[in-house]
């Protein structure tokens, strides 16, 4: 979700951009430790989010929930093993690298597409991608298309100064088809151009299509392509130079998917606590040499898995099957179901 | 433009003209002027700076590299694969080709508007009151998403609106026969057949003038000058040929095509320009003395006559200077179609200053596009209005 509205206006652009090198220059690199300390002085972590129902949103009684909000309740868990310590506020994607370069966030959790440049010139490090996006088509049913390539001669409609621009482009020019572009800065046209039959599908970052779908006068009307036409690898982005801090974000969302791996859910965490394998042991705590080994607690793992559920069911419950996000998992599965979720070995 | 000179000992001359510009404070003037050049130079320097540190190299260079992105639109042909230069000046011509139409369209309407409201009739005259409140009272932005939304319910290209089995009104757009020249690009010939056009009718007016029967006559010329195009262009070896839309894929396909962006901007356009227009007709009209109209109907005139030869004549001393902020704000406020999805200047910039970084660079071809439009907008105009303006020193 970096980039629709990454690319809004030139001149908030401009500024963001000014911004973010002032406050690269403000800012000096933060030093190995000082964020786990400057956060247990405080007694809780300032997380960045965005604004998608399911990824991040504040629900009627204010309390921000989401798939990415629920990887933040994990990292508190690790470092307070309290879920509540941990403060959600929403960053614009403008804001928010310069607001964490800045030091007003310990993290971003806004889905932030992972790139080179962020890591070399801006001075991000990024922890495990804990969302596998790209970019899709969302098309009517009715068409009976199924994939990219069936489009030729299509009329599309682009988000304009999004990198979709370029990658729509790019794909119908490798697959040697034509379309016709629409090209759209308002969210509100956008939509619109789908649902009066302007266009035949709507191209963006696959996430986003899918929450901007259940905007639609009849989503069920639509669906959205499996395939992706760029990678978008949505990573949480911490300040470069604190390894320790990183380690701790690493492992927490490895966890998660550790868990999934094993098979340990929210529900059936318990039983494993008597489990003989060796590994589950080590994994849960129940072992504790891999926990004094590593100064956290040897429990963490068992906490956030008993406390927010394993990687897939952070993802079911918040954007999966059963919600109006409608996703399916796709690459976001672990590597032994064929998906891109693979975590190191706990040991 | 005169200047005005102070009258002194020093009179008329290059030192004290230069002393009149600079005013009667030199000193302070200077200061000014050094530290306004001080500033620039600073906020130049801090830029270029900044750039240099996310890797971006000031300049133009990039508009000669591969632009890869496609645009909806274009009067000429344009792909993914040319260059940001043509992208750009497919941007221009689009922007250019809603502001020539909707200013003509724009003055049509409004003069028409400015007439109604000063017609006896008391309906026509208060509906085009309300009419003019209520577009004049609206934000065009908002104008523009009706008008959009209006245009998108029109049936899509499959259950299209058919008729003569040759024209087609969907939401993907008008479809209408075209004719096309083969091996010649349609706005070398159109503009090549609309000059002969209006010579023809400049001259038939010269000639005619005055005889029996002027408009079968000059209907009778301005056809022989369409034969004569297509004789010449048939006789170059050029094939002229009729090409109709038909559905096809997902589309409609051939023959010329309006896109709903396109109607809508310009429509949007349009409306809410000939509100301004008409309240402009209508204080021209009424700026002349009601003499002239007792004095026009004393002769013999009939209404239509005197607004024509009497009233109209004079009354575009002061609609011109008018019109000409109508005709850029119509220009300007075409930047718009950025939000409805029409591939201007403002929207192919953008995309430009996107995908290369290049916002700066971005942002002064806007402006200087805009200006130059604008400037070139008003001289025209400014001649125009040399023309009709009352000459106050010569003849009286």
Redesign the interface.
């Known amino acids: 979700m970096q980039r629709n509205s990454n ?1 809004r206006k ?1 001149f908030t ?2 500024f963001a ?2 911004a973010a ?1 002032a406050a690269g220059l403000i800012a000096t690199s933060a030093l190995a430790g000082e964020t786990l300390d400057k956060i247990k002085a405080r007694g809780v972590i300032k997380v960045g989010v965005g604004t998608t129902p399911g990824f991040f949103s504040p629900d009627s009684s204010g309390r921000w929930q989401g798939f990415f909000v629920d990887f933040g309740r994990a990292i508190a868990i690790t470092v307070f093993n309290d879920a509540e310590k941990v403060e959600f506020t929403n960053s614009s994607p403008q804001q928010r690298l310069p607001a964490l370069q800045s030091g007003e966030f310990d993290i971003l959790l806004s889905g932030v597409t992972q790139t080179v ?1 962020r890591a070399f ?1 801006l001075g991000f490090h990024f922890g495990p991608v804990v969302f596998y996006d790209g970019q899709g088509l969302l098309v009517r049913k009715d ?1 009976g298309v199924s994939k990219g390539e069936e ?5 599309i ?1 682009v988000q ?4 979709g ?2 990658n ?3 794909f ?2 490798k697959t040697g088809k034509a ?8 969210t ?2 956008f939509l ?2 789908l649902d ?3 266009v ?1 599908a709507l191209t963006q970052d696959a996430t986003d299509l899918a929450a901007k779908r259940t905007q639609l006068s009849k989503p069920d009307d639509y669906v959205l392509l499996p395939e992706r036409l760029s990678k978008e690898p949505l990573a949480p982005a911490i300040r470069a130079g604190d390894d320790q801090w990183l380690e701790i974000v690493n492992w927490t969302v490895y966890a998660t998917i550790q868990a999934e791996e094993f098979g340990i859910t929210k529900e059936n965490v318990d039983t494993f606590l008597k489990s003989e394998d060796p590994a589950i042991k080590r994994f849960l705590g129940v072992d504790p040499s891999l926990g004094e080994a590593i100064g956290l607690d040897p429990k963490f793992a068992y906490n956030i898995v008993k406390a927010v559920g394993n990687y897939g069911e952070i993802f079911e419950r918040n954007v999966g099957k059963g919600t109006a996000l409608n996703f399916e998992r796709g690459y976001n599965q672990p590597w032994t179901a064929g998906g891109l979720l693979y975590s190191p070995p706990f040991r | 433009m005169k200047r005005h000179i102070q009258p002194g000992p020093s009179g008329p001359g290059p030192v004290s003209r230069l002393r009149s510009w600079i005013g009667p404070l030199p000193l302070q003037q200077g200061l000014l002027f050094v530290g306004v050049l001080l500033l620039f130079a600073f906020l130049g320097q801090n830029t270029a700076d900044s750039m240099h540190r996310m890797g971006l190299t000031p300049g133009f260079a990039f508009l000669s590299h591969q632009a890869n992105f496609e645009i909806g639109e274009s009067l000429f042909s344009y792909s993914a694969g040319d260059s940001y230069a043509r992208a750009l000046g497919a941007g221009i011509a689009n922007t250019i080709k809603v502001a020539v139409v909707g200013c003509l369209l724009a003055t049509v309407l409004g003069v028409a508007l400015g007439i109604a409201r000063l017609s006896g009739n008391l309906l026509l005259a208060s509906l085009v009151h309300g009419y003019v409140e209520l577009l004049r009272n609206t934000p065009l932005l908002l104008q523009l998403f009706l008008w959009s939304a209006i245009i998108h319910t029109l049936p899509p290209p499959r259950g299209a609106y058919t008729f003569l089995g040759s024209v087609y009104l969907s939401n993907r757009g008008v479809y209408l026969p075209s004719l096309s020249v083969e091996g010649l690009p349609a706005f070398i010939w159109l503009s090549v057949v609309a000059l002969a056009v209006l010579a023809t009718l400049v001259l038939s007016r010269r000639l005619f003038a005055g005889s029996a029967l002027y408009l079968p006559k000059s209907a009778g010329a301005v056809l022989g000058a369409l034969a004569l195009c297509y004789l010449t262009l048939t006789s170059l070896g050029f094939a002229a040929s009729v090409e109709i839309p038909a559905k096809g894929g997902f589309n409609i396909r051939g023959g010329l095509s309006l896109t709903p962006e396109f109607a809508a901007l310009l429509i949007g356009l349009v409306v809410n320009a000939s509100a301004s227009i008409s309240e402009i007709v209508r204080s021209g009209i009424q700026s002349v003395k009601s003499g002239q109209w007792e004095a026009a109907r004393a002769l013999g005139l009939k209404p239509a006559q005197i607004l024509r030869l009497v009233v109209l004549p004079q009354a575009l001393r002061v609609i011109t200077p008018l019109m000409i902020s109508s005709f850029l704000d119509l220009t300007k406020n075409s930047s718009l179609a950025v939000a409805i999805g029409y591939p201007d200047l403002v929207s192919v910039a953008n995309t430009t200053a996107n995908t290369t970084g290049q916002v700066l660079e971005a942002i002064i071809i806007i402006a200087a596009v805009y200006l130059s439009i604008s400037l070139a907008v008003s001289a025209v105009m400014n001649l125009y209005n040399r023309r009709v303006v009352l000459r106050a020193e010569g003849k009286r």
């Open positions: 690319h030139l652009k401009a951009a000014t090198l440049s010139k068409l489009l030729d001669g299509a009329t409609g304009s100064g999004t990198t621009e370029l729509i482009a790019d119908f020019r379309f016709t572009p629409v090209t759209i800065e308002e509100g046209e619109k151009a009066s039959g302007r035949d």
